[in-house]
């Protein structure tokens, strides 16, 4: 990635929301005997979750529970717990396909409660981080390194069958 414009954390995080959304809609308006394209779009929005929920638990949430007060801790403490039922909603994808009963509720439902996430973090934990002092550039630059990271662990992976 050439791009020499610095991002801030949570607007680089927004993109990462937008592009998962752009997938969720795609796997809605696949046809439904297509089961090539609803695997792809499943197996592309895992790992894209999978890489912005690591670099949210690794860099975002600590930071924003050393910079939030009590109140504002509970919003942290509630990602991690939705990070969880999305990362265990996303494990089910290493035995299910395509075709299989049940593959399109597990995503439906995946995509539902990603929603809910994103709306959440969106509303109420990015706006109360910005009123902090983190300094969330470098932030985003620590979390663009580390999904840099992960993408190159993930094509290492996928070029080594």
Same mark, same amino acid.
């Given at each position: 990635?050439?791009?020499?414009?610095?991002?801030?954390?949570? %607007?680089? &995080?927004?993109?990462?929301?937008?592009?998962?959304?752009?997938? #969720?809609?795609? #796997?809605?308006?696949?046809?439904?005997?297509? $089961?090539?394209?609803?695997?792809?779009?499943?197996? +592309?929005?895992?790992? $894209?979750?999978?890489?912005?929920? *690591?670099?949210?638990?690794?860099?975002?949430?600590?930071? =924003?529970?050393?910079?939030?007060?009590?109140?504002?801790?509970?919003?942290?403490?509630? =990602?991690?717990?939705?990070?969880?039922?999305?990362? %265990?909603? *996303?494990?089910?994808?290493?035995?299910?396909? =395509?075709?299989?009963?049940?593959?399109?509720?597990? #995503?439906?439902?995946? %995509?539902?409660?990603?929603?809910?996430?994103?709306?959440?973090?969106?509303?109420? &934990?990015?706006?109360?981080?910005?009123?902090? +002092?983190?300094?969330?550039? @470098?932030?985003?630059? +620590? *979390? @663009?390194?580390? +999904?840099?990271?992960?993408?190159?662990? *993930?094509?290492?992976?996928?070029?080594?069958?």
């Amino acid at each position: 990635m050439a791009d020499t414009k610095k991002q801030d954390a949570l %607007t680089m &995080l927004e993109e990462e929301h937008r592009a998962v959304e752009k997938l #969720f809609d795609a #796997f809605e308006r696949a046809e439904e005997d297509d $089961l090539e394209r609803k695997a792809t779009l499943v197996q +592309r929005a895992c790992e $894209l979750l999978t890489m912005h929920a *690591i670099v949210e638990e690794e860099i975002l949430y600590p930071a =924003a529970k050393d910079a939030l007060d009590k109140d504002d801790k509970d919003d942290v403490n509630e =990602a991690y717990v939705e990070h969880f039922l999305v990362k %265990t909603l *996303i494990e089910k994808f290493t035995t299910m396909h =395509a075709g299989d009963e049940g593959f399109d509720a597990t #995503f439906k439902v995946l %995509t539902e409660n990603v929603k809910h996430h994103v709306e959440e973090e969106e509303s109420e &934990l990015f706006p109360e981080l910005r009123k902090t +002092r983190l300094d969330l550039v @470098a932030m985003g630059e +620590r *979390i @663009a390194k580390r +999904r840099a990271a992960l993408q190159n662990k *993930i094509t290492e992976v996928a070029t080594s069958h």
